[in-house]
């Protein structure tokens, strides 16, 4: 089935079944280019982690004009790991309706939305002390895979 709710594998086999083999080709074909679209689409629009990392760094280049980089405003986005931090949790607790008189009120994409929020937000305190975030962020990754597999 495609993403627009459409199965031309099932419409095509309709067909076969109304002796319309012609059309039921043509739809086979069809569908292998719709996927094979689909496919193209989502590989195109999966930014790489090169792309990640120049959007964070835009990002700490558009926060540096507009409140410097001194030791205070680093130490505010520091900090600002705590708040986004908070929401997760404000979310989490939404989510599983932990508090009776709120009830349920996140939904679990609701959470990793936050979570992308505390993932973003670390990467751009990072990105704020040092010019290769991805340097620090490739050798923790390795040293814990190297734990796990250990």
């Known amino acids: ?5 459409i199965d031309p594998e099932e419409t095509a086999d ?3 079944n109304a002796a319309h083999w012609d059309a039921a080709q043509l739809m086979r074909k069809m569908a292998k280019e719709i996927t094979d679209l689909e496919a193209r689409l ?5 930014p790489s982690a090169d792309d990640k990392w120049a ?6 280049s558009w926060l540096d004009q507009q409140n410097g980089r001194k030791q205070e405003e680093i130490g505010l986005r520091i900090l600002k790991l705590a708040e986004e931090q908070g929401e997760v949790a404000q979310a989490w ?7 009776p008189r709120k009830g349920t009120t996140h939904t679990l994409d609701q959470v990793a939305e936050e979570l992308v929020d505390v993932i973003v937000t670390a990467a751009v305190a990072l990105t704020s002390i040092t010019d290769k975030p991805d ?3 490739d050798a923790k990754l390795k ?5 796990v597999n250990a």
Do not use: C, P, W
Request: net charge positive; no cysteine; proline share 0%.
């Open 1 to 5: 089935m495609s993403m627009y709710g």
């Open 135 to 137: 340097v620090f962020l």
């Open 93 to 99: 607790i939404g989510y599983t309706g932990q508090n």
């Open 14 to 16: 309709a067909l076969d």
């Open 143 to 147: 040293k814990i895979a190297e734990r």
């Open 42 to 46: 989502a590989k195109a629009t999966q």
């Open 55 to 60: 959007t964070i760094h835009r990002l700490v």
